[in-house]
């Protein structure tokens, strides 16, 4: 196949509002060792897109400044050690360079489409995916019987969470901001919460308190998940929507021996996200691959039209995930 040497990009022109993506031409990137190029059909689009667009997100040194840290397409190009890959129909976490024609990213990082999947439903899958998995399994420790709570339940996270936590078994709470996007994390297996007419903290203290809560949200909802909390309970936070600093009673973390804990992914290694992509083929694949579980759509946009993917997602009133068609 002979690739073109140019394409088509999204680029943040400057740091602002969704009105700062234009579109652009680039030089068509080249795949290193253990490196896949893959032709975009579709990408995912994420708050950390956001975040980098207005200046508070930088990319890693090594990786695109275009936005998009989720794809799905055909691998069109190796680099040395990934021939093995070539021609293959995946869905893949990238470091950045999602919001383009063509992207290259790490290998291990690719996972397969599941069977009977669209893509525009696999570009869905990777970023929260692998966020969801390694946030609430590899550094929450969820079991079967636990009690969970996830903020923002249909949000992308919020849908995937609630269903890789029924699927491992355990009681789900969500909370959501209308009764719409209540009925949809019931839909999901969720016991809803709409914070806007009720108190999380009352409702799940009554349950004997949660064993994990799964928040993006920080600000003044942390010493309100510290109240919620059973005793040994675990706080994952993964984003600051609300901002990051709070006054916080470290007595009550102490007394009940609770774990404060958070992660960001895109800074972490790739062997860290290879191993997250080994854990999710084995662990979550086979359950996309039988319809069990899958990704909530919300709406497509063009790529051309990724302001307007942006002003979507940041106007908060979408419930599940955002994908531009390339």
Same mark, same amino acid.
């Given at each position: *196949? ?5 394409? !088509? ?32 059909? =579709? ?9 980098? !667009?207005?200046?508070?997100? @930088? ?25 093995? =890959? ?5 869905? @893949? ?5 999602? =919001? /383009? ?15 009977? &999947? ?19 399994? &590899? ?7 636990? !009690? ?16 890789? #936590?029924? *699927? ?23 016991? /809803? ?12 203290? /009554? ?8 928040? %993006?949200?920080?600000?003044? =909802? ?5 109240? #919620?909390?059973? *005793? ?21 973390? *102490? %007394?009940? !021996? ?18 997250? @992509? ?18 909530? %759509? ?29």
């Amino acid at each position: *196949m002979t690739l073109p040497t140019t394409m !088509r990009a999204i680029e943040i022109t400057k740091p602002g509002g969704p009105e700062v993506l234009a579109e652009t031409t680039c030089p068509v990137p080249t795949p290193g060792p253990g490196q896949v190029l893959i032709k975009i059909a =579709y990408a995912g689009v994420n708050r950390p897109d956001a975040l980098q !667009r207005t200046g508070l997100y @930088a990319p890693p040194p090594t990786a695109s400044d275009l936005p998009g840290l989720e794809v799905s397409g055909e691998v069109v190009a190796t680099g040395p050690g990934a021939e093995a =890959y070539l021609g293959r129909t995946v869905c @893949a976490l990238t470091p950045g360079g999602g =919001y /383009a024609e063509y992207v290259v990213c790490a290998a291990d990082h690719c996972l397969p489409v599941p069977d009977g &999947m669209p893509l525009d439903q696999a570009a869905a899958l990777p970023e929260t995916y692998f966020t969801v998995w390694s946030n609430i399994v &590899m550094r929450g420790g969820l079991k079967a019987g636990e !009690r969970f709570l996830v903020h923002g339940g249909s949000s992308g996270i919020g849908t995937t969470a609630i269903q890789i #936590a029924k *699927m491992l078994g355990a009681r789900v709470w969500a909370t959501a901001g209308s009764a719409a996007k209540c009925e949809a994390c019931e839909a999901l297996g969720a016991t /809803a919460i709409n914070y806007r007419d009720d108190d999380f903290v009352n409702i799940l203290k /009554a349950e004997g308190g949660v064993n994990l809560i799964l928040d %993006m949200v920080g600000g003044s =909802y942390i010493p309100r998940n510290v109240k #919620a909390l059973a *005793m040994e309970g675990r706080l994952v936070q993964i984003a600051c929507l609300e901002g990051p600093k709070v006054e916080l009673n470290f007595a009550q973390v *102490m %007394m009940r !021996r609770l774990t404060i804990t958070g992660s960001t992914l895109r800074p972490q290694s790739d062997l860290a996200k290879a191993e997250i @992509a080994s854990q999710l083929r084995a662990n979550v694949w086979p359950w996309l691959n039988t319809d069990r579980i899958g990704p909530v %759509m919300d709406s497509e946009f063009a790529l051309g039209d990724a302001a307007k993917a942006h002003a979507r997602m940041e106007g908060g009133d979408h419930i599940g995930k955002i994908v531009l068609k390339v």
